[in-house]
């Protein structure tokens, strides 16, 4: 009973004026380097109290999407009848109840809903589940994620007629979660002839394809993200996760390493509007990842050149970003710095959304990561770094006489300097495309924060020593395409331990199992 007082309470206090109409008006994507939050626990509470006031939180934390995971073996029976047509929205199979209710609640307050599907039911799966598998992730047939993403286009069309009025519009998607970890799907790699063979990327491929398809059936113009890869992957093939640069690189049929040759691809490269990663940090940004095939905040540019090596030039989403808070975190003095920093990093690389996970610490668990910009479900004790989120803002000094700012908002953001006592205003930013930069003359050590629409940066120092420069990368892909040979490398199979994460289908610990690679559209049920 307390904490639904306190989530009451948070909603009463914060004051907002959604108007639907003009927030399903203002277009299909969001603005040039939008922010948005994810948790499925929250967003997508049976509570109407807790859900709307965790939409509220997303507001004040300078959001304007709003991540919702949908499980699809939650939202079907799990056996349903032999009349059961899935691409009807309104079969009794399904039940969409929770989903109606984010959406509804989510467009009034003004957000926008994008929709993530992932976890397929037992009968949408490949048969011969290796019992160890997670459920929902053993080979989904791509033919039933069509069906699904038809039945989702239509009741989210603007006009499926609901209580009262249509259910709003749903314009963004995103087909499923990390597919790079045998958590979200399996097998990752099969045995053949002695070797291992990414196997996820291929199915992968064909569920994107499918589900992309069935979306356009409905919805021509839809915008369909593929799914967030995880950021790190094991060192060897064959042992577990793959890591995110051999997860797309087998998925869009090139090398793994430069220069990224062409390789002969069944079907050809699935069609997207967006690609989503998750470098999901446990330090400096601007540290790259410890292997050539992770992809951290720092070097993003190894998906761009596997991208543009497959001749595509997609928008690029991060829909997880997070540092965990705690005694196992980021040391709280260095987490706004760290956001803000990798927010820049972020619009260097051409990112023009990014998701935070969670919203609020999850229940303390041996796996669970407490990296909520709240750390309670009450919202009553926001975390420092929230205002960094809210109001990204960074500062590096370029040399003894200069400081380069940068900060992301609407309109204009006032800088200002501690001199005396007192804030003073030194210059003023403008944000017309999302975000900003300029140089200001800042001399000895200073104390700066951001102001921009009601809103308070954190305050960071900048000292009067120059440190080693850190060069932004400026990334520039081409869309054409690149031309090469047609060898693949293979990888010696190390012995298959007796438990393994991701058993190689045929090895000698595995089942039997009729998993081949498939092409888009076509099923092996």
């Not at 948070?10 to 922010?35: C, K, W």
């Not at 949908?70 to 899935?86: H, L, N």
Request: a positive charge; proline letters at 11%.
């Amino acid at each position: 009973m307390r904490t639904r007082r306190a989530v009451v309470a948070l909603a009463l206090a914060v004051a907002i004026s959604p108007d639907a109409a003009s927030a399903q008006a203002r277009g299909h994507h969001p603005a040039p380097f939008a922010r948005g939050v994810s948790d499925a626990r929250l967003l997508l509470s049976p509570d109407p109290v807790v859900r709307r006031a965790a939409l509220t939180r997303a507001k004040v934390a300078g959001a304007s999407v709003v991540r919702l995971s949908v499980g699809w073996r939650a939202i079907v029976d799990p056996a349903p009848p032999p009349s059961f047509d899935a691409t009807d929205p309104a079969d009794r199979s399904y039940d969409f109840s929770r989903l109606d209710a984010a959406v509804e609640d989510a467009v009034a307050h003004g957000l926008e809903p994008l929709v993530m599907v992932t976890s397929a039911p037992d009968w949408a799966e490949a048969p011969d589940r290796w019992e160890y598998a997670h459920k929902g992730t053993w080979a989904p047939r791509p033919a039933a994620l069509a069906d699904l993403a038809v039945a989702l286009g239509r009741r989210y069309s603007g006009a499926w007629p609901a209580s009262g009025a249509p259910l709003p519009r749903v314009r963004l998607w995103q087909a499923w979660n990390e597919p790079n970890l045998p958590r979200y799907l399996q097998p990752q790699w099969v045995a053949r002839r002695g070797r291992w063979i990414p196997y996820a990327p291929q199915r992968y491929r064909a569920m994107l394809a499918a589900f992309e398809r069935g979306m356009r059936s409905v919805q021509p113009d839809a915008t369909v993200a593929t799914a967030g890869t995880a950021p790190v992957g094991e060192p060897r093939d064959g042992q577990g996760r793959m890591s995110p640069i051999r997860f797309w690189a087998s998925m869009l049929c090139v090398a793994p390493d430069p220069p990224h040759r062409r390789l002969p691809c069944r079907g050809g490269s699935p069609r997207f509007d967006v690609a989503a990663h998750h470098p999901l940090s446990v330090g400096d940004p601007d540290r790259p990842a410890a292997l050539r095939h992770d992809v951290a905040i720092a070097d993003l540019g190894k998906l761009r050149r596997v991208l543009a090596a497959a001749g595509l030039a997609p928008r690029l989403w991060i829909t997880e970003l997070n540092w965990d808070a705690g005694r196992r975190g980021v040391p709280a003095g260095r987490q706004a710095r760290y956001v803000a920093r990798g927010l820049r990093l972020l619009d260097a690389a051409g990112a023009d959304l990014t998701v935070w996970h969670l919203l609020a610490d999850p229940a303390p668990a041996p796996h669970a990561h407490p990296a909520g910009l709240w750390q309670d479900s009450s919202g009553l004790r926001p975390r420092r770094f929230l205002a960094a989120f809210a109001l990204p803002f960074s500062v590096r000094r370029v040399d003894r006489r200069r400081v380069e700012v940068w900060a992301a908002g609407r309109g204009s953001v006032a800088i200002e300097r501690r001199i005396a006592g007192r804030w003073r205003r030194i210059g003023v930013l403008s944000t017309r495309r999302g975000t900003g930069r300029t140089f200001l003359r800042v001399r000895g050590n200073a104390r700066l924060r951001a102001r921009a629409s009601g809103r308070l940066s954190p305050e960071m120092t900048v000292r009067s020593d120059v440190p080693q420069r850190v060069t932004v990368p400026r990334l520039r892909w081409p869309t054409r395409d690149v031309r090469g040979g047609s060898a693949t490398r293979a990888f010696e199979s190390p012995d298959p331990p007796a438990v393994s994460p991701a058993p190689p289908v045929g090895g000698d610990d595995a089942p039997p199992s009729p998993l081949e690679p498939v092409e888009p559209g076509r099923d092996r049920s």
